[in-house]
């Protein structure tokens, strides 16, 4: 892939600075991006200022300071309708993470839905977030899981969806790029097949966000979740993205300040949406903090970190397969910069412990997938995951601390 | 190579995680239970067949999972053959000290020779369950409690 020279990847690793730092005396090689990724300075000096200089409540007061944080969380708002080019702001709903916006549909929209026998399509390389959500609707309520295997490579086939999908089904729950194989699914198509079933489509997009840019209108998706700190933001803020169409039938989340019009002792009415879904203090710091961290992105540009990312993932696969004993799970030919591995006769933890003492943070493990590894027979893999200030020299050090882990185990 | 992974892997340890002794399942066993780790998906199932004296007269395991919780496995099956209950539960006593970075005196000489492979793992906090997901189980099998899990 041809290399983007006015990227300047020194210069925008000083705006991390946890980056300098050593680990086991080595210089820390962060490839656990896919799990959280490390926040720029703008982000955290832009909470630090509105934290020191403009905070307070939202919603609530009629002084100063409330109206001035109410300003800046409700322009957070329209930044993330801006990021994911979502039609209106009130689409756009805060929560404490992804995890929080896919549960917020389960209970919000879907659970009043479901009778028992209804449906649920998901694939079998969702993250847990995504599929512990409806074995609740199934455990509490009757729903029946249908299950999408992926190819050998990783790939989910979009027919395989479409055949899954039958007069029961009441949505189908996707990933957007798997947070294991770092497959991209075929979500614009997916949605076209769902929808001319009448199936409303949940996207899953903690990783998608994070590669390549996002359009929630282009998708054609009913709800995509996000999370801050996998952005460069901070933990404790996500969104739930849902379309318009579906707001005003969904029944409130949570109970609490904020999201009412009215409370009397024999009676309760709810505000609009998004407020009907944000109750109690939302994060606002946090929310403030995600806005910074997307100007960041988009300062950098998206494009510009997709390809950069591209090419690092590129090289580190191609390296990693021409080594002897090591096994890439996920080869999927449209995929995000997330490297799923294993060393033949090294279990991933003893894999993990000893890249770490070589400064390589990796994740090993099942990466909150089980059903995706009982599916490739494996019990964990390792994961190398690649974000905007990684570089070449990180991706040196990751083979180098392959071979060593090769090694210790001879 | 770091001093910390070189007492972590040494090579009776590698050996053990290569060749689990008394591995598998044993017909007459009385007491079985399982350790699972839920952060990682290890598990671990221990077989105990103890007599009417509370002698452990044989201990196997089988399972799955890192080559430090196969070889704590596989060494422990190999020191409790013999021993009664409450020998056993001591030997855990002072392993689970020595994995934590405690000399374990209470320990006699011999078991903690044998056990001291297994202290690199204090150096690394993250992997002590590792070590101590067979140990656990197996005092649940005695324990009559069915399974257990570290995390």
Not at chain 1, 282 to 311: F, K, M, S, T
Not at chain 1, 385 to 400: C, G, K, R
Not at chain 2, 43 to 57: F, G
Not at chain 2, 124 to 143: E, G, I, S, Y
């Amino acid at each position: 892939m041809r290399q983007d020279t006015s990227y300047d990847v020194a210069s925008l690793r000083r705006d991390f600075p946890i980056l300098a730092r050593e680990v086991h005396g080595r210089p820390l090689v962060y490839l656990d991006n896919a799990a959280s990724a490390q926040k720029p300075k703008h982000v955290l000096e832009t909470m630090n200022t509105f934290a020191t200089s403009e905070y307070a409540n939202v919603h609530r007061g009629v002084h100063y300071l409330s109206g001035a944080a109410t300003e800046r969380y409700e322009e957070a708002r329209v930044r993330v309708q801006r990021f994911l080019n979502a039609a209106h702001s009130d689409e756009i709903i805060f929560t404490r993470g992804g995890t929080e916006a896919i549960n917020l549909v389960s209970y919000a929209y879907l659970a009043p839905l479901i009778q028992p026998g209804d449906e649920i399509v998901l694939s079998i390389m969702e993250h847990h977030s995504n599929i512990v959500p409806w074995h609740f609707l199934r455990e509490r309520q009757g729903a029946v899981l249908k299950w999408v295997e992926v190819s050998d490579l990783g790939e989910l086939d979009p027919a395989d969806v479409a055949r899954a999908i039958g007069p029961k089904t009441k949505l189908v729950a996707i990933s957007h790029m798997s947070n294991v194989l770092g497959t991209k699914t075929p979500l614009q198509e997916i949605v076209r097949l769902a929808h001319a079933r009448d199936v409303p489509v949940l996207a899953d997009g903690c990783q998608g966000a994070v590669h390549g840019v996002v359009d929630v209108q282009a998708l054609g998706v009913d709800f995509y979740a996000i999370t801050g700190h996998k952005l460069y933001g901070p933990t404790g803020i996500g969104v739930l993205y849902a379309k318009r169409k579906h707001l005003k039938s969904m029944r409130p989340f949570q109970g609490g300040g904020e999201m009412i019009r009215e409370v009397t002792k024999a009676n309760v009415t709810y505000a609009d949406a998004p407020m009907r879904f944000e109750a109690g203090t939302p994060p606002i710091i946090e929310a403030v903090g995600l806005a910074a961290a997307l100007d960041y992105i988009d300062d950098v540009g998206r494009e510009r970190i997709d390809a950069h990312e591209q090419a690092l993932a590129g090289i580190a696969a191609k390296r990693l397969k021409e080594m002897n004993g090591v096994r890439i799970i996920g080869e999927a030919r449209d995929k995000g910069p997330i490297i799923s591995f294993e060393a033949i006769g090294i279990h991933a933890h003893d894999l993990a412990t000893i890249l770490d003492r070589e400064g390589v943070a990796v994740r090993g493990g099942h990466h909150c997938a089980q059903p995706l590894m009982e599916r490739f027979n494996v019990s964990g893999t390792a994961r190398a995951s690649f974000a905007l200030y990684n570089t070449q020299a990180e991706v040196d050090a990751l083979i180098a601390a392959v071979h060593e882990a090769r090694k210790v185990f001879g | 190579m770091d001093q910390g992974l070189r007492e972590l892997y040494q090579e009776i340890i590698l050996d053990h995680s290569r060749h689990p002794r008394h591995f598998g399942a044993i017909a007459d066993a009385n007491h079985v239970a399982e350790g699972h780790n839920p952060l990682c998906g290890d598990k671990v199932k221990i077989y105990l067949s103890v007599d009417a004296n509370d002698r452990i007269k044989d201990v196997s395991f089988e399972g799955r999972g890192c080559a430090i919780s196969v070889a704590s496995a596989s060494l422990m099956t190999e020191m409790l053959k013999g021993r009664s209950v409450a020998e056993a539960e001591e030997l855990m006593g002072g392993f689970l000290l020595l994995v934590k970075g405690d000399d374990a005196q209470t320990l006699e000489e011999d078991d903690r020779e044998r056990l001291e492979v297994m202290a690199g793992v204090s150096a690394f906090p993250m992997r002590v369950k590792c070590a101590t997901l067979a140990w656990h189980a197996m005092k649940a099998a005695l324990d009559g409690k069915g399974n257990t899990r570290t995390e």
